[in-house]
C-alpha cells in the first residue's frame, strides 16, 4: 500500500506546506458574521482579540491591531500588573469605553470562547506553553519571534498549530516590507546566478538596559508575579534587570542576540533561497561567552552550516566580514539586504523590474493585516509556524554546538542530531514543575 | 522581539567589555580543546574552580563557574575525562556547596550524567530545596535508573513534586510508567491533565489503550484533555507509517468541533491521496464548519489533483466557503478550472466576485484579459483586484492580446491596458505606448506617458522628452517630468543623464515646459546641467526662475549652495528669496561629506538671514538631527526666543541625545533649563530620563 509507507516530516511538509509556500496568496475576506465558531471567525463583524504579554512589544502588537477596524481587542494579560494597568489603559482610551478585560493568568483569557485569535509577546521561555494551550482552544495565534526557546518546543508548537488547523503569523515582520521581497526575489529568479554561498550578519554583545543597581539581588516588587514570571525556568532570584527586556541575554529565558535575530536575518535567507522548509545538515561554531556577569549568552559568535544542496550559511555576530543582514553570494554576482537598505552586484540588479513571467513571492504590506485577512480566509500568512520554525533551526543548532564545541550532524526530517546523545539531550530543555507541554 | 527599535529609557554598556574577556577566555579555551592539556591539569583545574564554585551564590562572580564550563566542553570532546568529572559532580552535590553552586552542577550533570549520577540526584529529589534542580537532571539523563528512579518516587509524593515526576516520565517516554500514570487519572484536575498528557508523549499502544478508556468513560474537560492526547498518538502511528491504526482513531471523534477538526486534518495527512475524497464528501455533508477546516486543506496539500470536481460544488456552498475554495483553487494554479472561476466572477455576492477575480492572477489567460480590463476599468469592488490580476497573468500570448486590444477600445479601458503594460515591463511595446502619447484623449496621453518611463530604454530618452515637449496640460507635464527622470537614471553614465534634455532645451519656447526641464535636471543632478539651470535665475520671466531654484534645491549635492545663498541674500522677503533660503537650508541638512561643526556654522548664518519664522523653525528642525556641541549651543541660546522656544527645547533635546555622553556636562545643563521651562509635558518626561542617565553615568 503506497500510503504505508513511512511518512517522515519532510514528505509531510513536501504534502502540505510548500505549496502555498510557492504560490501566491491573495487572501479574500470573508464577511466575519458568515462563519461559525470552530471555523475560527469570530460570531461578530470583528476579529476579538486577547493579547497576552503586553510590554514594549505586546503593547506594540496591540496598537498595531487597535488601528483595525474588525478587530477588537477584548483583553488583555500580563503578569506585571503596571503592563496590565498601562495595556488596559491604551485600549480602553482608544474604544472610548472601560470593557477591556484584565487577566493575570493566560489560561483564563484562552479559556474564553468569544475570544477568537490571540497576540503573544511573552518572553522565549513563555512561548510554547501558552501556544499550545491556546491552538487547543482554537484560537489564532500571532506570536512573536523568536519562536520557540528551543528546537523541541518550536516543533510541540508547530504540530499544535497543524493539529488543531490554526492560523498562525510569526513576528518576522521584514517579510512584510519592500526591499526585502525585492531582494529575495531577485534571488529567487536566478539574477545571481546559482546560491553557493549566504552570509548573515546578527548584533554581537549584549545591547542592556537598566543601570547598576539594576543588577542588585532585591525582592520582587509588588506589582511584579515572579514565581509566574519564571514559569517553566530554573529557580533565580530576582533583581531588577532580570526580567523586561534583559532576560534575552539569559540562556535560561532568551537566547541572546543569536536567537533574537534568527528569526529575522536567516527568515529572509531562507526565503531567498526558497529553502523555507529546509534546515542544515551540519553545523558548527564558536561563540564567546561572558565568563562573569549577569549574562550567560554569548557576546560574539560565528556559525557555519551546511545545506544538503551544497549551500553554505555563515551566521555571525561581532564579525566585520560579515555585515548585519542577509547577503546571498551567486555564481553571478550577490545581493544584500538589511533594514532599510539594500545593494547587490552587478548594481544594475537594483533597477530591475519583474514581469508576470518571473516569480512572484507571496506579498504582504501590512504584516498584522496580513495575519487578521487569513484569520479570516484561513489562508496561510506570510510566516506561518512551520517556516518561523526551520527559521530559528540554525540559530538553535548553533547554539549547541558552540556550548559543546564540536560540529554536529543533523537530520531535518526526524529532527533529532545524528550519532550525538548530548547533543540531542540539548534539543529540549526540562521545565520546572507543574509546567509542561 | 528585534532590539535596536524598542525604546529604552536608560542602558548599560557592558557589551565591550565583556567582549573582551570573553576573546581572552575563548583563546585559553582553545588551547585546551585542541587537546594540548593533560588530563591531570585538567582536574586540577576542576578542582579549584569547583572549591570556589562551593561557595557560590547568586549574584556572586560566575568565573569559577565559567572555568567549569569550559571543562565540561573538553570533557564531552574527550570522553576518557568523563567518568572522573562526572564523580567529582556527584562528590560536590553531596558535600555542603552552596545550593546556587549545585544548582549549576545539576545543569551541569543533565548533559554529562549517567547512571552513576541517578542515586544521589534521587536523595535530592527529596528536598524542597534542591527537588527541582536535580529533577531537571534527571529529566535528562539517559539511564533507565533514572526512569525507576521517577517511577518509585510517585507514590511517595503529591502537589507539584509529583507533578514534576509526571512530566518527566511523558518527557522521557517511559513506556513502563503507563500502568502508574493510569491510577493518577481522575486525581486532582492537574495531576489527571498531566498523566494525559504524558501518556499521549509515551504513545505506546498501551498508553492508547488507557486513554481509548478514559475518552469512554470520562466526560467534560478530562475527555477532551485524553481526546487530545490521543490525537498525539495517532499523529505519531502517521510519522511511523502505521496509517490505518491512525485513521482508525481519526473516526472515532464525532464531538467536539475542534477535536473533530483535528481528526479531519489528521485523516488527510495520513492518507495525502484520498484528500479529493475526503474533502468532497464534507464539502457534500451539511457541517459549515467542517467545510472551513477541508478547503483550509484544498489549498496545502500538494497530492490533490483534477479539481473540477470540487470546483463544481462552489453552488451548493455558503459565501463564505465559496470564498475559501476559491483562493484555494487561485493558489493550486491548476487551469482546467478556469470555466469555473470565470462563471463565479459573475456571482451576485460581492465577496465571491472579488475572491474570484483574484484566483484569475493564477488562472487567468490571454482570453481572460478582456474581462479584467473591463473590471478594471469599471467602478466595482473587484477594481482593485482587476488590475492586479491583470498585472499577473501568465504567457506571452497575455502580452499580445493586451496590445491588440489597444486599438479598439473605450478610453477607460485604454488607460488600463497602458498601465498594465508598465507593471508588466512589457518593454517590446515601447512604440505603441508611445504612440498612444499623441492620443487624443488626455487620459490616455497622461498613462502613455506614465507607462513610457517604466518600459523605455535609456536610447529612447528622446522620445520621452518629445512626449513632455507636446505636453498640453500640467498633469501631462508632471507626468513627463517624472518619466524623463526615470528613465534618464537608468543611464550608466551619470554625468551624461542630461545629455538628451540639455540637447533639447534650445527648441523648447513654452515657459511652463522649459520649468519641467529645469525640474528635471535638479532631481538628475548632472553637473553639466548646473550651468544651464544658474543662468534660468537671471531670466526675466518668474516661471522660469522659480523652476531654476526649485531645481537647485532639489539638487543630490550641495553644488548649487552658493547660488542659493547668493539669490536668498539678494531677494530677502520676496518669494525667490524667501524659496532660495529653504532650498538652501535643506541643501545643507542633506550634506553628507561636511563635518557637523562647519554645517551649524552655515546655519547661523541662515537663522541670521531668515525674517520669517518658518524658515528659523527650519533651521531648528535641523539642528536637531546634527550631532555637534555647536548645535546643542545654537539651539541653546535660541531657547530664550519665545516664539522660538518650543522647537528649540525639542532640537536641545534631540541634540543632547545624540552627544550626551561626549558632552555630559553641556547636555545636562541645557536639558535642566528644558525641564524648567517646558509646556510639554512629554518632553520634559523624556528630558529627566536623560538627565537620571547623564547622571548614573558621571
Known amino acids: 500500500m503506497p500510503q504505508e509507507k513511512r511518512m517522515n516530516r519532510r514528505t509531510f511538509l513536501q504534502n502540505t506546506a510548500a505549496l502555498s509556500a510557492g504560490a501566491l496568496v491573495f487572501p479574500s475576506i470573508i464577511p466575519a458574521t458568515a462563519l461559525g465558531k470552530d471555523g475560527a471567525v469570530a460570531p461578530s463583524d470583528r476579529i476579538v482579540l486577547g493579547c497576552i504579554g503586553v510590554g514594549g512589544m505586546g503593547t506594540g502588537n496591540m496598537r498595531g491591531f487597535l488601528e483595525m477596524d474588525d478587530v477588537r481587542v477584548a483583553a488583555v494579560c500580563d503578569v506585571d500588573a503596571n503592563h496590565l494597568k498601562n495595556a488596559k489603559t491604551i485600549v480602553d482610551r482608544h474604544y472610548q469605553n472601560k470593557d477591556c478585560r484584565k487577566y493575570h493568568d493566560f489560561r483564563e483569557l484562552i479559556a474564553r470562547k468569544d475570544i477568537d485569535a490571540i497576540s503573544l509577546a511573552t518572553p522565549d521561555h513563555w512561548h510554547a506553553i501558552p501556544v499550545i494551550a491556546a491552538a487547543e482552544s482554537g484560537k489564532d495565534i500571532y506570536g512573536e519571534k523568536p519562536l520557540s526557546h528551543c528546537l523541541a518546543e518550536g516543533r510541540a508548537m508547530c504540530d499544535a498549530v497543524k493539529r488543531y488547523n490554526r492560523v498562525w503569523q510569526t513576528g518576522s515582520w521584514q517579510r512584510s516590507v519592500a526591499n526585502f521581497r525585492f531582494a529575495c526575489e531577485l534571488v529567487r529568479n536566478g539574477r545571481i546566478g546559482k546560491v553557493h554561498t549566504v552570509h548573515v550578519g546578527l548584533p554581537s554583545g549584549h545591547s542592556v538596559g537598566g543601570t547598576k543597581k539594576d543588577l542588585i539581588i532585591q525582592d520582587p516588587p509588588d506589582e511584579l508575579d515572579y514565581d509566574f514570571w519564571l514559569g517553566p525556568a530554573f529557580y533565580r532570584p530576582y533583581f531588577p534587570a532580570r526580567t523586561h527586556w534583559n532576560w534575552r541575554w539569559q540562556l535560561d529565558f532568551g537566547g541572546g542576540q543569536l536567537l533574537d535575530w534568527v528569526g529575522h536575518h536567516v527568515d529572509i535567507a531562507h526565503w531567498g533561497l526558497g529553502m523555507d522548509y529546509d534546515a542544515p545538515v551540519e553545523v558548527e561554531g564558536t561563540g564567546e561567552f561572558p565568563p562573569d556577569g549577569p549574562w550567560d549568552s554569548p557576546v560574539r559568535y560565528r556559525i557555519h552550516a551546511l545545506y544538503r544542496n551544497g549551500v553554505r550559511m555563515v551566521i555571525a555576530g561581532g564579525y566585520e566580514d560579515i555585515k548585519m543582514g542577509s547577503k546571498w553570494i551567486g555564481e553571478d554576482g550577490w545581493v544584500w539586504v538589511k533594514r532599510g537598505d539594500i545593494d547587490a552586484e552587478p548594481k544594475s540588479l537594483l533597477k530591475e523590474k519583474f514581469g508576470p513571467g518571473d516569480i512572484r513571492i507571496y506579498k504582504s504590506t501590512d504584516h498584522h493585516r496580513n495575519f487578521i485577512d487569513c484569520v479570516k480566509s484561513r489562508a496561510e500568512t506570510i510566516t506561518p509556524c512551520e517556516i518561523a520554525h526551520h527559521s530559528q533551526t540554525p540559530g538553535h543548532l548553533g547554539q549547541i554546538a558552540m556550548v559543546l564545541g564540536r560540529k554536529i550532524r543533523f537530520n531535518p526530517e526526524t529532527e533529532t542530531i545524528v550519532d550525538d546523545l548530548t547533543a540531542n539531550q540539548m534539543l529540549r530543555t526540562p521545565m520546572r514543575s507543574p509546567w509542561h507541554i | 522581539m528585534e532590539i535596536n527599535t524598542m525604546r529604552r529609557k536608560w542602558r548599560i554598556r557592558v557589551g565591550i567589555a565583556a567582549v573582551i574577556v570573553a576573546v581572552l577566555t575563548g583563546f585559553a579555551l582553545g588551547q585546551a580543546a585542541k587537546g594540548t592539556e593533560p588530563a591531570s591539569k585538567i582536574m586540577d583545574r576542576l578542582e579549584s ?368 491596458l497602458l498601465r498594465s503594460m508598465g507593471e508588466r515591463v512589457m518593454r517590446s511595446g515601447i512604440d505603441t505606448v508611445l504612440a498612444y502619447t499623441r492620443n487624443s484623449d488626455r487620459r490616455v496621453r497622461v498613462q502613455a506617458v506614465r507607462t513610457a518611463g517604466l518600459i523605455a530604454a535609456p536610447e529612447r530618452l528622446p522620445d520621452v522628452i518629445d512626449a513632455l515637449v507636446r505636453a498640453e496640460s500640467e498633469p501631462e507635464r508632471q507626468e513627463g517630468e517624472k518619466a524623463i527622470v526615470a528613465v534618464a537614471r537608468n543611464i550608466e553614465d551619470q554625468e551624461n543623464q542630461a545629455r538628451d534634455i540639455l540637447a533639447a532645451m534650445p527648441n523648447v519656447t513654452v515657459p511652463e515646459t522649459r520649468a519641467s526641464m529645469l525640474h528635471v535636471l535638479g532631481w538628475i543632478g548632472d553637473s553639466n546641467g548646473l550651468p544651464v539651470v544658474r543662468k534660468s535665475l537671471d531670466s526675466d520671466d518668474p516661471v522660469i526662475r522659480k523652476a531654476g531654484i526649485k531645481a537647485m534645491s532639489d539638487w543630490p549635492n550641495s553644488a548649487p549652495m552658493e547660488d542659493l545663498w547668493r539669490v536668498a541674500q539678494a531677494e530677502g522677503q520676496k518669494v525667490d528669496g524667501v524659496l532660495s533660503l529653504r532650498g538652501y537650508i535643506g541643501l545643507v541638512r542633506r550634506d553628507r561629506e561636511r563635518p557637523n561643526e562647519e554645517k551649524v556654522g552655515l546655519y547661523r548664518k541662515a537663522f541670521d538671514l531668515a525674517k520669517g519664522l518658518e524658515e528659523k523653525r527650519l533651521v531648528l528642525s535641523a539642528l536637531g538631527e546634527n550631532r555637534s556641541l555647536a548645535a546643542l549651543e545654537m539651539a541653546g541660546t535660541i531657547m530664550d526666543t519665545p516664539d522660538l522656544q518650543p522647537e528649540a527645547e525639542v532640537a536641545v533635546f534631540q541634540v543632547a541625545r545624540r552627544i550626551w555622553r561626549d558632552h555630559p556636562g553641556e547636555s545636562a545643563g541645557l536639558l535642566e533649563k528644558v525641564v524648567e521651562k517646558t509646556d510639554n509635558e512629554e518632553l520634559r518626561a523624556e528630558a529627566e530620563d536623560l538627565i537620571g542617565r547623564i547622571r548614573e553615568e558621571m
Do not use: W
Not at chain 2, 121 to 147: H, V
Not at chain 2, 241 to 256: D, H, M, N, S
Not at chain 2, 286 to 299: P, Q
Open chain 2, 49 to 416: 574552580a569547583l572549591a570556589k564554585a562551593a561557595d557560590y551564590d547568586f549574584g556572586s562572580s560566575r568565573v569559577c563557574l565559567s572555568e567549569i564550563e569550559q571543562i565540561v566542553q573538553i570533557v564531552l570532546n574527550s570522553p576518557g575525562l568523563k567518568e572522573s568529572v562526572e564523580k567529582r559532580f556527584i562528590a560536590f552535590l553531596r558535600s555542603d556547596a552552596t545550593i546556587a553552586g549545585k544548582q549549576f552542577i545539576c545543569r551541569k550533570l543533565s548533559v554529562v550524567g549517567s547512571g552513576a549520577s541517578v542515586p544521589e540526584l534521587s536523595r535530592m529529589l527529596k528536598s524542597e530545596e534542591t527537588y527541582d534542580m536535580a529533577l531537571y537532571a534527571l529529566t535528562r539523563i539517559p539511564s533507565s535508573r533514572a526512569d525507576r528512579v521517577l517511577r518509585e518516587r510517585i507514590p511517595k509524593v503529591s502537589g507539584r513534586f509529583r507533578l514534576g515526576l509526571v512530566n518527566a516520565l511523558g518527557y522521557r517516554r517511559d513506556s513502563k510508567a503507563v500502568s502508574l500514570l493510569e491510577t493518577l487519572i481522575g486525581e486532582d484536575p492537574e495531576t489527571t491533565g498531566a498523566a494525559l498528557s504524558a501518556l499521549g508523549h509515551i504513545a505506546t499502544p498501551e498508553a492508547a489503550e488507557v486513554l481509548a478508556r478514559v475518552m469512554e468513560e470520562a466526560d467534560g474537560p478530562v475527555r477532551i484533555e485524553a481526546m487530545n492526547a490521543y490525537l498525539k498518538y495517532a499523529d505519531r502511528l502517521v510519522e511511523d507509517g502505521r496509517i490505518e491504526q491512525a485513521l482508525t482513531i481519526y473516526r472515532r471523534f464525532a464531538v467536539p468541533d475542534r477535536v473533530r477538526a483535528a481528526a479531519l486534518t489528521g485523516m488527510i495527512h495520513a492518507r495525502p491521496g484520498d484528500a479529493r475524497k475526503i474533502i468532497l464528501e464534507t464539502l457534500r455533508g451539511d457541517d459549515s464548519r467542517m467545510k472551513t477546516v477541508a478547503l483550509g486543506h484544498l489549498s496545502r496539500c500538494v497530492r490533490i489533483e483534477n479539481l473540477k470536481k470540487i470546483a463544481k460544488e462552489r453552488n451548493r456552498l455558503e459565501s463564505h466557503n465559496q470564498v475559501q475554495l476559491l483562493t484555494a483553487l487561485g493558489v493550486r494554479g491548476d487551469r482546467s478550472v478556469l470555466p469555473l472561476v470565470v462563471e463565479a466572477v459573475e456571482s451576485e455576492d460581492e465577496a465571491v466576485r472579488v475572491a474570484a477575480v483574484k484566483a484569475l492572477a493564477f488562472l487567468g489567460d490571454a482570453t481572460t484579459v478582456d474581462l479584467l480590463a473591463r473590471l478594471a476599468a469599471g467602478e466595482g469592488v473587484e477594481c482593485e483586484a482587476a488590475r492586479e490580476s491583470l498585472d499577473r497573468i501568465h504567457g506571452e500570448e497575455v502580452d499580445e492580446k493586451i496590445v491588440n486590444m489597444l486599438a479598439g477600445s473605450d478610453p477607460e479601458i485604454r488607460v488600463e
